[in-house]
Nanobody, 115 residues
């Protein structure tokens, strides 16, 4: 069984910052990438940041320059520093970890940005 546990979500005012953390545990083999996704009510899940084993990083255009992903794939951890948060960043944020066979998902942590 594989578990991904996210933490760090919450309520923040527009312009503020939050840091999300993710830790994977269980019988997961070599992780070659970890990422953060988000899903707002009525919208599709979207990838917002990912990091691979070679240090390659990708960002969704909507968050580039505001969000920073970091990770230690050997330790099965990842983090997402979110700055200059906007109302439209409100969503459930989910962590994902990929091994050669499967993508594993966390339950998600809610981020709510208010005026």
């Amino acid at each position: 069984q594989v578990n991904l546990l996210e933490s760090g979500g919450g309520l923040v005012q527009a312009g503020g910052s939050l840091t999300l953390a993710c830790a994977a545990s269980g019988s997961i083999s070599r992780i070659h990438a970890m990422g953060w996704y988000r899903q707002a009510p009525g919208k599709r899940r979207e990838m917002i940041a990912s990091i691979d084993g070679r240090g390659g990083i990708q960002y969704h255009d909507d968050v580039r320059g505001r969000f920073t992903i970091s990770g230690d794939l050997a330790k099965k951890t990842a983090a997402l520093q979110m700055n200059s948060l906007k109302l439209e960043d409100t969503a459930a944020y989910l962590c994902a970890a990929e091994d050669p066979v499967t993508t594993y998902w966390g339950q998600g942590t809610q981020v709510t940005v208010s005026l």
